[in-house]
């Protein structure tokens, strides 16, 4: 019975700890709105400027779920995200988030992995093909589609690195850049991984 009543407490806690953003945010508006109605907008502001940077954490472990595993031969090494908040607004949107990851392999191969969203940093894939269109056509670049979505794949032999920048919807952006690499399709594997579907819904 004891056992039962500790699994209890412990399943309790982590429920109200996922639910916890959600309700700091629910609760601030509910405060924000009895600020207003007392006249105390400066307050409102405050509590107004809270709920968004909780929903913005909500939001940022979200995109961290759209972080696809490795492909095959590498290890994911990092990944983190975040919410721009305030400083987003700089960038057009206080909803801007961003997400990286790094994943490397045994032979020295690196790629980086970026999600943004919101604002002209969500934008960022558009800047990267309007580039193109205006530039011409670069050697070791092509136009390529990844689940129904327009990108830009680039190669350099050479160097043997590469970039490969997807549009998301009007505002998200998904760019890969490899060094180390034998070609652009790692780059091409690691997105066709992503739930972008997902991430054009929900983001």
Do not use: C, H, W
Not at 170 to 199: F, N, P, T, W, Y
């Amino acid at each position: 019975m004891k056992k039962i009543f500790v699994m209890f407490v412990i399943m309790t806690i982590s429920l109200a700890l996922v639910a916890g953003p959600k309700e700091e945010a629910l609760s601030s508006l509910d405060t924000a709105k009895k600020f207003v109605s007392g006249d105390q907008y400066s307050k409102a502001v405050d509590e107004i400027n809270f709920a968004l940077a909780k929903l913005n954490e909500i939001l940022a472990q979200r995109l961290m779920e759209l972080m696809p595993e490795a492909p095959a031969g590498y290890t994911r090494q990092s990944a983190n995200s975040a919410g721009l908040g305030a400083a987003g607004s700089f960038m057009g949107s206080t909803n801007s988030l961003a997400a990286e990851a790094t994943y490397g392999s045994d032979s020295g191969s690196r790629i980086e992995l970026t999600i943004t969203v919101g604002g002209i940093i969500g934008q960022a894939a558009s800047f990267a093909n309007m580039g193109q269109m205006f530039g011409g056509a670069v050697a070791g670049s092509s136009t390529i589609r990844v689940q129904g979505y327009t990108g830009t794949l680039e190669y350099d032999q050479a160097n043997q690195s590469g970039s490969l920048t997807l549009k998301i919807g009007e505002d998200k952006s998904v760019m890969i850049e490899g060094s180390q690499i034998d070609s652009g399709d790692v780059l091409k594997s690691l997105a066709e991984k992503m739930d972008l579907d997902r991430l054009d819904r929900e983001m």
